[in-house]
Nanobody, 125 residues
Framework: QVQLVESGGQLVQAGDSLRLSCAAS????????MGWFRQAPGKEREFVAA????????GYSDSVKGRFTATRDNGHNTAYLQMNSLKAEDTAVYYC??????????????????WGQGTQVTVSS
């Protein structure tokens, strides 16, 4: 049974940093691209960042590019999202997701069959 468990979300001030973690089990972690998505109240789930399964190539949404960094530790089956210079508009529930799209990382929700339960990030201004 595949499980993805996010952690690290909390209430912070604008300009602060946070690191989210996503611990994976029940799958061969190194075979999966890892994506990060977020969903704010009343909005659709949106792509934030992703990291490919083999070469560790990364992709980011325009809204977080230069501020967020996706990494992974295949030896510990864990993906990370380092978030710097947080803004109030980054407030959302953040989800990690796993998929094995052969093309590499993806920004498309349907390319990820496995999802975590989410962790709340609140940025106060």
């Amino acid at each position: 049974q595949v499980q993805l468990v996010e952690s690290g979300g909390q209430l912070v001030q604008a300009g602060d940093s946070l690191r989210l973690s996503c611990a994976a089990s029940g799958l061969t972690f190194g075979n999966y691209n890892m994506g990060w998505f977020r969903q704010a109240p009343g909005k659709e789930r949106e792509f934030v960042a992703a990291i490919s399964r083999r070469k560790g190539l990364t992709g980011y949404s325009d809204s977080v590019k230069g501020r967020f960094t996706a990494t992974r530790d295949n030896g510990h089956n864990t993906a990370y999202l380092q978030m710097n210079s947080l803004k109030a508009e980054d407030t959302a529930v953040y989800y990690c997701a796993a998929g094995n799209n052969a093309y590499g990382w993806s920004s498309i929700v349907s390319d990820y069959p496995y999802w975590g339960q989410g962790t709340q990030v609140t940025v106060s201004s």
